[in-house]
């Protein structure tokens, strides 16, 4: 995976040289309804000439299906700022998002209580 430090935005000794403002022009809303864990995979269309390096670095990452807070400690960006990158991204249909599923139905509680006392037998 690329690392962050690849690029002119990071300097070892000085950290980021540019506010993330900066990096999505000033944008604060997502055009997209972005989890924090909703799943994000690149579709193989390339991005945007007119997409900076963060959003090239962000669709390196979505080679696999990774989680927009995965992507976010990747870049060192905020997540609102990681949203607004991906946001552009699934606007031009260079990626694909997926939310979070979320079972209806927990987990019943006497399972986990059969599971809890199978473990503390164990010890």
Known sequence: ???PQDGPWLDDAA???IRPYTVIDGRTRPTAVLDLLSMVLATGTPAQPHLGPEHLQALDLCERP???AEIAA???LP???TKVLLSDLLDCGAITTHAPRFDDQPTDL???EAVLDGLRRRL
């Open 1 to 3: 995976m690329p690392t």
């Open 15 to 17: 950290g980021r040289l």
């Open 66 to 68: 990774t989680s927009v």
């Open 74 to 76: 990747y870049l060192k």
């Open 79 to 81: 997540a609102v700022v």
């Open 110 to 112: 006497s399972l986990l």
